[in-house]
């Protein structure tokens, strides 16, 4: 039975005074859905599996380290299934003292520096997680690098086979620019 003064914390949450000076060794896997990332037309097929070092010396941590988990949903060129590997790098700077306001304007703009106060005991990784993972999400997903999609007309795949539809129909939308083109 936990006793009432123990509190149980996220696993993205940092405790700074349990780091040793020097080096630590972090690793953890959180849900997608706890750090936000569900929805969407991309599905998370696996955990977000984070490998990171905490360098603490005094009262400044430096954060360094990678975030991984793969995502599947449909290819833009053919729908058939896609998925890919992601793998994110999240490095910044943590100064737990009291500053100034012309240092806390100073790195406001800096997404690698954070400043809190002396007596800031956790910190919470979700947001920097969540981040690190949306900006390495492609754009497209692709079953194959060379996937060579589907005939607009009929819908062939041409990854399977071709088809008989004139490859040189002109979209009725732009039909009149080819009149300009004779």
């Known amino acids: 039975m936990l006793s ?4 149980i914390r996220a696993v993205t949450v940092l405790a ?3 780091f040793d000076e020097g080096q630590n060794r972090l690793e953890f896997e959180v849900a997608a ?7 969407g037309d991309i599905c998370y097929t696996a955990p977000v599996m984070v490998q990171m070092t905490v360098s603490k010396a005094l009262y ?3 954060v360094d380290g990678r975030v991984r988990t793969s995502v599947a949903g449909e290819c833009c060129r053919c729908l058939l299934p896609a998925a ?4 994110a790098r999240i490095r910044f700077l943590l100064q737990r003292k009291e500053a100034s306001g012309i240092e806390v304007e100073a ?4 997404d690698d520096v954070d400043i809190v106060d002396p007596g800031t005991k956790e910190v919470d990784l979700s947001e920097r997680l969540h981040d690190a993972v949306v900006l390495e999400l492609p754009l497209r997903l692709y079953c194959k690098s060379d996937c ?4 607009p007309q009929c819908g062939q795949d041409f990854n399977v086979g071709t088809c008989s539809c004139a490859g040189d129909v002109i979209d009725p939308r732009w039909e009149a620019l080819a009149h300009l083109k004779k």
Request: glycine letters at 10%; hydrophobic letters at 40%.
């Open 107 to 110: 790195f406001e703009e800096q």
């Open 16 to 18: 700074l005074d349990e």
């Open 33 to 39: 859905e706890q750090l936000g990332l569900a929805g």
């Open 60 to 62: 400044m941590y430096t």
């Open 84 to 87: 890919v590997d992601l793998e």
């Open 148 to 151: 060579k999609g589907l005939c």
């Open 4 to 7: 009432a003064h123990l509190r």
